[in-house]
């Protein structure tokens, strides 16, 4: 993030943080939605970023879903929130719960704090991730590589997150984020692909079937010259 968009970026917080607040308050999961798609509008608009999405239709019709994404650039929570036709819900490292930019917009969204130092606490939190899929609408977005590779690279996938995911019937979307470690860039091309319905499969298995999805996406995309 350049010196001039951190500026600007701390500049409207209070104004974010303030409205947030007043949402809360309201208890309203429409209005906290709308306002989380400002966040993710607004971040992006104002660094001159669009969005193009591919094959949305591998999840528009679904109740719920769990979107399975790589992870190359911290602009990636916004630009999921800016894709994503729906309101999400983040499994996110729990630094990001008390960072001045995300720690509001955690909360208004309902996301969850993974502690990746704490194995028990960790598990604790995918208990609740599991338990909401299964007992309300939630949608609900991961990065199984746990870290941004910040390269076109895609790090290895956490098979325990997928060992959870089995115990949901809610069909996971493998999504694929095109270059975001680019800054340059001013579009972004978010891919979707089939969902992957994960009753009665082995964690690994599971995990190693979303990690292909992502990745044939992502070849795709690169032989097209995208």
């Not at 997150?161 to 089995?166: A, D, I, K, V």
Request: hydrophobic letters at 35%; charged letters at 25%; a positive charge.
């Amino acid at each position: 993030m350049s010196n001039f968009y951190m500026a600007i970026t701390f500049l409207a917080l209070p104004y974010y943080i303030w409205r947030t607040k007043r949402i809360l308050k309201k208890q309203d999961d429409e209005l906290a939605y709308k306002e989380s798609k400002k966040w993710g509008d607004d971040f992006l608009g104002v660094r001159g970023k669009k969005i193009i999405n591919r094959n949305e239709e591998n999840y528009i019709n679904l109740d719920q879903c769990v979107f399975v994404s790589n992870h190359q650039s911290h602009n990636d929570i916004f630009i999921l929130l800016k894709a994503i036709d729906r309101p999400i819900r983040f499994i996110a490292k729990k630094e990001l719960f008390t960072s001045n930019i995300f720690r509001h917009f955690m909360k208004l969204s309902k996301s969850y704090p993974l502690d990746r130092e704490d194995p028990r606490e960790s598990m604790k939190v995918l208990k609740e991730v599991v338990n909401d899929l299964n007992t309300s609408n939630a949608n609900v977005a991961v990065f199984p590589e746990g870290t941004r590779s910040r390269g076109r690279d895609i790090l290895e996938f956490k098979a325990g997150l997928f060992s959870m995911l089995s115990r949901t019937e809610v069909p996971i979307i493998p999504t694929y984020i095109h270059n975001s470690y680019n800054s340059n860039l001013k579009t972004y091309i978010v891919s979707y692909g089939e969902p992957i319905y994960p009753k009665g499969m082995k964690g690994q298995a599971l995990c190693d079937l979303a990690k292909d999805r992502i990745q044939t996406m992502q070849n795709e995309l690169e032989k097209s010259g995208s």
